[in-house]
């Protein structure tokens, strides 16, 4: 089973900031938090991913509590490109990604 | 950087036959390989995980003799599905770990952007 849960849709406003929660309270000290996305019919596309710090780089920004039981995707300016199935994993490296249902974000025009 | 190539994209074949799908790393090698399969509106399930140079691991209900995985190379593993069946229809992604730096630590991931398999 997976080790995170995610809301099943969102809708979110073109040039908005889309902010995707993810939820991950059995995460372990050695574990990241991987973010992941899928548009239709393509394989998963790597977003980014953290350990402890808030990461950010050209696709988005990742803010994890100080707990590191949730975590959040933040899309500053959400295109209607950027409507896809958003998968947050949380998992330690090397081992297998195990995939959730994600949660299906529309970005509306 | 660590581009995984899958092909082919699609795939239409007759109930029986066998059909085989390539996965590659482009840019880097892959010890390690993964195989994923989804069904329309549903996530992805990791199928088996294959390391260069040994079998491969299944998961739980994932017909090994189905299911033949190949890998072969630091840059090549392949999916075989054997007699194929209309139930068979699905999409299959492949993903590849892969590993930056002397420290060994593993980046993340990269998939393959999958093959629609469809057995008529």
């Known amino acids: 089973d997976a080790k995170t849960t995610q809301p099943p849709s969102m809708d979110c406003a073109e040039g908005r900031a889309a902010n995707l929660p993810c939820n991950h309270s059995t995460i372990s000290g050695n574990e990241y938090v991987y973010w992941y996305r899928q548009i239709h019919s393509q394989g998963p596309q790597y977003i980014i991913h953290?350990?402890?710090n808030n990461e950010t780089n050209e696709m988005a920004s990742l803010i994890i509590t100080e707990d590191r039981k949730s975590s959040t995707l933040i899309l500053p300016h959400a295109t209607l490109r950027d409507t896809a199935v958003y998968y947050c994993?949380?998992?330690?490296?090397?081992?297998?990604?195990?995939f959730g249902p994600g949660t299906r974000l529309s970005v509306l025009p | 950087g660590a581009v995984v190539s899958q092909h082919p994209s699609r795939v239409i074949c007759k109930s029986g036959t066998s059909v085989k799908i390539e996965c590659r790393s482009l840019d880097f090698q892959a010890t390690t390989m993964f195989w994923y399969r989804q069904f329309p509106k549903q996530s992805l399930m990791l199928m088996a995980t294959s390391n260069e140079g040994s079998k491969a691991t299944y998961e739980q209900g994932v017909e090994k003799d189905k299911f033949l995985i190949n890998h072969a190379s630091l840059t090549l593993s392949t999916l075989t599905v054997t007699s194929a069946h209309p139930e068979d229809s699905s999409f299959y992604i492949c993903?590849?770990?892969?590993?930056?730096?002397?420290?060994?630590?593993?980046?993340?991931?990269?998939f393959g952007s999958g093959t629609r398999l469809t057995v008529v």
């Open positions: 993903s590849a770990s892969y590993n930056k730096g002397t420290a060994q630590l593993i980046y993340g991931y990269t």
């Open positions: 953290g350990l402890k």
């Open positions: 994993i949380a998992e330690g490296h090397g081992q297998n990604f195990v």
